[in-house]
């Protein structure tokens, strides 16, 4: 696997015919302990280094010494540089965890205390789902997936509705919003994923993987929480999902499990550098 941290330029080593090391050029890095092994073919060569606690280098046997000068120079302008941390995938299995964090806009009102949440043309006008989720502190690099389910409600879906799933990039830590006024102040997300598949009744629903809606969120903020906003998507009259709410019980209310891959803050050790 190759881990691609775009964020750390310029770290070629600029001599030799080792030439054009980036951190992406890797292929692959292993936490044995209180050391990293990394090894490249380079040149049709296999090379191993490792990194111990101490920053001190070992190599693999007929290694040349312009080969070890290389890596070596390599590795610590990569540490100089940033290049510390746990970058082992983690994951946050989020749910919606409070009554008001979830609800429904039905194009006048903001019902926060909906039971159920609707989605679609169940009434004169559309309707608009929102589920607010935090705990996200700390999410940062590549998000690798971000699998939305929602448990259907008594009805499940009347007729035929369909959805666009966005998330709010109004800022990194939106607040719920608590009038009508407040919930049509919310951007949609330039990505969104499109759902208007099976929905059933008293289950949790998968939903999709909405990874592309919450990289973007990564990538222009510092994000704690996040807003998940179900629009409806010209459902016909009488066509909606029925959504459970975390108001209907705490249990049912919507999931968001995101796995990604990040950088932390800076650590004064290479033995901080941690990976799969």
Known sequence: MIYDLLDINNLEDADGPYRGFTIAAWDTLKDRGNQVGIEREVNGRLIR???????????????????????????????????????????????????????????????KFATPILVGHSGPVPADGLLRFTGLTGISGTVNSADLSTHGASGGKNGTPAMTIYCDDTSGSPAAPTNHSEFTSLTNSTASLGFSGAYSPSVFNDIGDIKDIIQELVDDYTVTAVIVLLRDNASAGGNYFEVSDYGQSSANAAKLDIDYTGVAPAGNRMKTLLVP
Not at 65 to 81: M, Q
Not at 82 to 91: S, Y
């Open 49 to 111: 280094a490792k990194i111990f606690n101490n920053f001190k280098m070992r190599y693999n046997v007929g290694e040349d010494s312009e080969a070890r000068g290389c890596i070596d120079r390599f590795l610590r302008r990569a540490y100089l540089k940033g290049f510390h941390g746990d970058l082992r995938g983690t994951t946050l299995n989020l749910q919606v965890s409070a009554d008001g964090d979830d609800g429904y806009d039905d194009g006048t009102t903001w019902n």
